[in-house]
């Protein structure tokens, strides 16, 4: 290398030159000099970055000087923005070197040519979006990248997003007439061609584990994997090597193979009736589903058996009658491969595969069935030998107490190097962590309550500016109700608008306060004074109805492990560590955390909870932790 990495980060370096915040972190050094060592020696690594380490910069400067084809994976669609449109376009002007980079999206993310052109053909079908498909339109004549989240006038929960966008089973493929334009297409051939291609875990996994098309011709090449926010990794690979199907997959098949027809003339007549028998099949099962809770496990489906066992003949049937005509037109042949999938899937499903959890999910009827692996150690082992790379895992919460074995044991990741990075931040001046005494247990019913008296007076000194997050969507409304009856904030309800809009009129709206859920305790930025008061509820322990954790916590104990310390606390710790970290983003931000769950102070495994939070300063009561903030909002 030219320049060391020591120079690089230093204070007279390219990185302070262009960011006017930058500040040498030693912390951030010993991360990017981790990382290249690694490279240089093909060795994987586990590293936890606390918050304000600079975790970014410290991955891309070494990967980008070694200029190795590299694959980054962030957590979310916005992330993966963020890390394409900014941190690298600034991380390869500091190093002054030229490297292809591409951004690379599911293919849902795409606008469809030849669909847009299908619906426009047939608005009259579509009263309800019509004047959407024609801002679509408008905006596809002067697109580049076809990243339907350009179209800012339009939401992104719109009806007309799925006319306009391909799936992997209506995707027309080398038949389609606008192949030459096509955006998935081009983004593709950008990614195969680059240095480095921007990806998100979604994407990933489902590539890696559907091999779907165009992604294979991309990892194969790749010398390097980072994933960032690696904490979702265990969870999002369980959920895409898992099998199964939806009433929604069963009845677009025989929609579309109804319309299949229309492209091969004297298929229906071999096609209508095992289509309308599957039909029929479908509705009944739905039907056989509609008093179902919203999820549990196969158990629970003993009255629905013998509907899902005739909805398996029905699409064994419509696959049969399918085989022969495949060859006929691309989208017969679709069919009759979606057809076989589905049929295979819920099968399996019926049947039941040893190592794999049987469960549903159900709305109204609307029914998904799962089968899900509960060790994803095994295929992401076989994933990681097909693809020679040293692969880099990264995250803000990734340690339990300091060590990462209940991570690298669930992905197989048993040789990896480990490396905690201590944040930068001056916690003990910075904040403050209150536990409120005489609270009643967690499930009392008066806790949501009992727990808000309490903190009210401290949301006054602060005049809102709180995020309450809570461990179910009940005690979530709950709160909002107690709330409105005892206090004048302004208050912004997760299910009330999309999670940035919330976050938009917190930031702007003053005396406000943003009670959220599971979606809102990680991803949420805001640095600043807007953000000063963080409440969590609970220590947040999965819900013990989740079918998935209810298997794997019998397999453990099974294998004569305790699935409490290995599984469950492990858990929480590591999603209480997302919550709290809500709270310091920036190295002048100031704040107070409050717990209020007596049992980090009352049960022994308190103090793994307590070890495992920043070096916060302790307070000992509301009117001390007030006083902190109307001292720091007034200076």
Same mark, same amino acid.
């Given at each position: ?171 027309? /493929? ?67 090597? $898992? ?111 040893? /190592? ?175 953000? $000063? ?103």
């Amino acid at each position: 290398m030219s320049r060391s990495l020591a120079e690089l980060f230093g204070a007279d370096g390219p990185l302070a030159e262009r960011l006017p915040a930058f500040r040498p972190r030693s912390g951030q050094l010993e991360l990017a000099e981790t990382i290249d060592r690694c490279l240089a020696g093909g060795q994987d690594l586990v590293a936890e970055a606390a918050t304000g380490t600079g975790k970014t910069l410290a991955y891309l400067l070494p990967v980008l000087l070694r200029g190795e084809r590299t694959i980054i994976s962030t957590g979310t669609l916005n992330l993966q923005d963020q890390l394409f449109r900014r941190d690298l376009p600034m991380a390869l002007e500091a190093l002054g070197v030229e490297r292809k980079t591409a951004l690379l999206k599911g293919r849902g993310n795409y606008l469809c040519l030849h669909r847009l052109e299908r619906h426009l053909a047939e608005a009259e079908l579509f009263d309800e979006v019509a004047e959407e498909l024609r801002t679509v339109q408008r905006w596809s004549r002067q697109t580049q990248s076809g990243e339907i989240s350009e179209v800012d006038s339009i939401s992104s929960q719109s009806r007309v997003w799925p006319l306009v966008t391909s799936t992997q089973d209506n995707c027309l /493929g080398s038949e389609c007439p606008f192949l030459s334009d096509c955006h998935l297409v081009q983004a593709r051939r950008r990614a195969q061609e680059a240095d480095v291609v921007v990806v998100n875990h979604h994407l990933l996994f489902a590539d890696m584990a559907l091999k779907q098309t165009g992604f294979g011709e991309v990892l194969p090449g790749a010398e390097t994997v980072v994933i960032d926010e690696a904490h979702q990794v265990p969870d999002t690979a369980m959920r895409f090597f $898992s099998r199964g199907l939806s009433a929604w997959q069963v009845r677009e098949l025989a929609r579309d193979t109804l319309a299949a027809c229309g492209g091969s003339a004297g298929s229906l007549k071999f096609l209508r009736e095992p289509t309308e028998n599957l039909r029929a099949a479908l509705e009944q099962a739905m039907s056989a589903c509609a008093d179902l809770p919203p999820r549990g496990e196969y158990s629970g489906l003993r009255r629905q058996l013998d509907e899902l066992q005739a909805l398996a003949r029905a699409l064994n049937d419509l696959a049969r009658a399918l085989d022969p005509l495949a060859e006929r037109t691309r989208d017969l042949s679709n069919c009759a491969e979606r057809a076989a999938v589905l049929h295979d899937g819920l099968h399996d499903f019926l049947v039941g595969r040893e /190592g794999y959890v049987r469960w549903f999910s159900s709305r109204n009827g609307r029914f998904q069935l799962n089968l899900t692996p509960l060790d994803v150690a095994a295929p992401l082992t076989e994933l990681r030998e097909r693809v020679p790379a040293t692969w880099v895992m990264t995250s803000a919460t990734l340690a339990v107490n300091g060590r990462f074995e209940h991570f690298t044991r669930r992905l197989g990741l048993d040789s990896a190097e480990e490396l905690v990075v201590e944040s930068p931040f001056d916690y003990p001046a910075q904040t403050r962590l209150w536990i409120p005494d005489q609270l009643p247990e967690p499930r009392d019913p008066s806790h949501t309550e009992s727990l808000l008296e309490q903190v009210l007076p401290l949301l006054r000194a602060a005049g809102g500016r709180a995020f309450l997050l809570f461990t179910s969507h009940r005690a979530l409304q709950r709160a909002a109700q107690w709330l409105r009856s005892h206090s004048d904030f302004k208050l912004l309800i997760q299910e009330d608008a999309p999670r940035h809009v919330l976050l938009e009129r917190f930031r702007t709206s003053p005396n406000s306060l943003l009670l959220g859920a599971a979606s809102f305790w990680e991803g949420v930025d805001v640095p600043g004074r807007a953000l $000063s008061v963080v409440v969590i509820d609970k220590l947040p322990f999965a819900a013990p109805d989740d079918p998935v954790l209810e298997a794997t916590l019998k397999a453990v104990r099974e294998a004569g492990e305790n699935p409490f310390t290995t599984v469950q606390l492990p858990q929480a710790v590591l999603a209480l560590k997302q919550g709290a970290g809500r709270l310091i983003r920036q190295s002048d931000d100031f704040g107070v955390l409050v717990l209020g769950d007596p049992r980090i102070l009352q049960k022994p495994y308190g103090r793994i909870f307590l070890k495992s939070l920043p070096p916060m300063t302790r307070a000992d009561s509301a009117s001390e932790v007030a006083e902190f903030l109307r001292e720091r909002l007034a200076a």
